[in-house]
T-cell receptor, first 116, second 112 residues
């Protein structure tokens, strides 16, 4: 059973470009979470999605960031007009259930975004 | 989610047991205690979770105080591969969208 897959693993963008980060959850998982880890900082929750629905986006920056999890295909985290402060590791996690307090989340290897 | 307090760092020798403490004095009766760890340059990894009783799995043991205001993650024989940041996280059983709220965690160094 393949784990959570993220691609690309490394992404370099110039300021002002768009970044698209992809996440394929574990087989059978329909709940996806995105987290961001800024350099020398802790992991911060960004958004929680179920298939075709955003459930909790309380951690998403108000502008330039969006996320989707379509019926078919991977979840996408999109960052428009990237700035240097967006440089970070972005981790995706999937879960068998979302609000279940005992269900563990399985994390992918992350996408390391560098904005030049 | 209730707050947890962990030491910033700990050291251990290889092959010896490690006890990683976590204080959660404001825990509510329905909060589960979860532990994750993050190895260098990798995504976090689930370790173990529990509610009231002590728990064991292939990776570790979780000892929960009787009043639930603290818990201890136990690695029975530390290996170099166990060097990581360990996070103690409380997850509410209701009114929670399931997101994990990470603190600073405990950075564990394992010496050969």
């Amino acid at each position: 059973n393949a784990g959570v897959m993220q691609n690309p693993r490394h992404l370099v963008r110039r300021r002002g470009q768009e970044a698209r980060l992809r996440c394929s959850p574990m087989k059978g998982h329909s709940h996806v979470y995105w987290y961001r880890q800024l350099p020398e900082e802790g992991l911060k929750f960004m958004v929680y999605l179920q298939k075709e629905n955003i459930i909790d986006e309380s951690g998403m920056p108000k502008e330039r960031f969006s996320a989707e999890f379509p019926k078919e295909g991977p979840s996408i985290l999109r960052i428009q007009q990237v700035v240097r402060g967006d440089s970070a590791a972005y981790f995706c996690a999937s879960s068998l259930a979302g609000t279940g307090f005992s269900y563990e989340q399985y994390f992918g290897p992350g996408t390391r975004l560098t904005v030049t | 989610d209730a707050k947890t307090t962990q030491p910033n760092s700990m050291e251990s020798n290889e092959e010896e047991p490690v006890h990683l403490p976590c204080n959660h004095s404001t825990i509510s009766g329905t909060d589960y205690i979860h532990w994750y760890r993050q190895l260098p340059s990798q995504g976090p990894e689930y370790v173990i979770h529990g509610l009231t009783s002590n728990v064991n799995n292939r990776m570790a043991s979780l000892a929960i105080a009787e009043d639930r205001k603290s818990s201890t993650l136990i690695l029975h024989r530390a290996t170099l591969r166990d060097a990581a940041v360990y996070y103690c996280i409380l997850r509410a059983s209701s009114g929670n969208t399931g997101k994990l709220i990470f603190g600073q965690g405990t950075t564990l160094q394992v010496k050969p």
